[in-house]
């Protein structure tokens, strides 16, 4: 079955410190994979993707991701967290076809402290 | 990125009554969109798929005379929400594929819908 997993449901972090949230992911295909970020009451704003080529992704607001095909994981990394950065992230799968829609883990919530 | 636009962003209407939330893509043709609904604190959960010039496609469990799609044109779908009730009150977000960038999905802002 197609699935993603987002092991995390709630991290907190130091303002200035990493970030790291994982993602597994369970997919026959290729896989196409998205980071995105909701603010509260917010829509989703992409931050990251991956299609093809190298496997270390970079994204808006300072975020990458590295795809491990071996480790069917996507994780999102951040050298150095924001206040701003609180908020729902994330992970998403999908075939590259128009008329599919996006499977999307559970989230996680990032807070920030100071 | 590319932009997606749902309007209204938040909506209070009365039980009983139908209310319309519209998706557009603003700078690229949409022949397929997608309708979500999100609880607090929750993933979000697909309810249908919107093809332009067709029938949209549900998910199961939604209910296709109760949460109405058109895909009238390239650019614009529109999800209705008739004889609402309180438990329909939740977080509706569109979300449509930029074929013009490998069909990275760009989402709404979303629309709150609240039924009293």
């Known amino acids: 079955a197609q699935s993603v997993t987002q092991p995390d449901i709630h991290i907190t972090v130091s303002e200035g410190a990493s970030l790291e949230l994982r993602c597994n992911y369970s997919?026959?295909?290729?896989?196409?994979l998205f980071w995105y970020v909701q603010s509260p009451g917010q829509g989703l704003q992409l931050l990251l993707k991956y299609f093809s080529g190298d496997t270390l992704v970079q994204g808006i607001k300072g975020f990458e991701a590295e795809f491990k095909r071996s480790q069917s994981s996507f994780n999102l990394r951040k050298p150095s967290v924001h206040w701003s950065d609180a908020a729902e992230y994330f992970c998403a799968v999908g075939p590259n076809q128009a008329g599919t829609a996006l499977i999307f883990g559970k989230g996680t919530t990032l807070s920030v402290s100071s | 990125g590319a932009v997606v636009s749902q309007h209204p962003s938040w909506v209070i209407c009365k039980s009983g009554t139908s209310v319309k939330i519209e998706c557009r893509s603003l700078?690229?043709?949409?022949?397929?969109m997608f309708w979500y609904r999100q609880f607090p604190k929750q993933s979000l959960m697909l309810m249908a798929t919107?093809?332009?010039?067709?029938?949209?496609?549900?998910e199961q469990g939604v209910e296709k005379d109760k949460f109405l799609i058109n895909h009238a044109s390239l650019t614009l779908s529109t999800l209705t929400v008739t004889s609402a009730h309180p438990e329909d009150s939740s977080f509706y977000i569109c979300s449509a594929p930029d074929s013009n960038s490998g069909n990275t999905i760009y989402f709404g802002e979303g629309s709150w819908l609240t039924v009293v």
């Open positions: 919107s093809n332009e010039g067709s029938k949209a496609t549900y």
């Open positions: 997919y026959g295909a290729t896989p196409y």
């Open positions: 700078d690229f043709q949409a022949t397929t």
